[in-house]
């Protein structure tokens, strides 16, 4: 009988043990995004555009985060953005964007219904030109890395699934396209600023 019981004892605390193992939270996602575009050309006024892109990504909380696993979160994202034509001084270009992310948010109200949120992201960017300047034809393309802090707010679905609205601010960046045309150098400095904001679907 006493064997028993140890053997009980011994098994429970086995269980115990193990439920403390592969205990991270992990949310999958995808994004509709949209944003508003300021540009500025060459220092000479102001353009606005909007743009539209897909974006998926993870944000994990690992188990070691203790009593604050479910309120903060390391969040990777990737995500494309796609804008149309848009003019400028005596010419038009369009621009895609491709970005990558690291960062970390914090989610109140971790168990209820709504969830509201703030994070902060580490982004890199690579934005790739394609425009005319009168009758002159351009491509390129330019990196750059900013900070990105975004606020937002989850609702949990009958499915334990989650739906998010993200509102993210990008500050001022700027790409030196300075191009070579007919032996001589031509500026093209643009310098960037954008709201954007997500619809994202975890599971």
Do not use: C, W
């Amino acid at each position: 009988y006493e064997t028993l019981e140890l053997n009980k004892e011994a098994s429970e605390t086995e269980i115990k043990k193990a439920n403390t193992y592969n205990t991270d939270t992990f949310r999958f996602y995808t994004a509709l995004l949209g944003s508003l575009n300021n540009a500025s050309i060459n220092g000479n006024g102001n353009n606005n555009s909007s743009s539209l892109g897909l974006g998926f990504g993870l944000a994990a909380s690992p188990s070691f985060m203790d009593k604050l696993q479910g309120n903060i979160y390391i969040d990777f994202d990737f995500s494309m953005i796609f804008s149309g034509d848009t003019n400028f001084n005596n010419g038009l270009y369009k621009v895609n964007s491709y970005r990558l992310s690291l960062g970390l948010e914090y989610v109140f109200n971790k168990k209820g219904i709504l969830s509201p949120f703030l994070g902060i992201g580490f982004v890199y960017t690579s934005d790739y030109y394609n425009g005319s300047i009168e009758t002159i034809n351009f491509k390129d393309h330019d990196q750059n890395y900013f900070f990105l802090p975004k606020v937002g707010i989850l609702y949990k679905l009958k499915n334990e699934n989650h739906l998010g609205l993200t509102v993210s601010y990008i500050s001022e960046y700027e790409n030196d396209l300075t191009f070579i045309y007919n032996e001589s150098s031509n500026p093209l400095v643009i310098k960037n600023s954008f709201i954007a904001l997500g619809l994202n679907y975890f599971f």
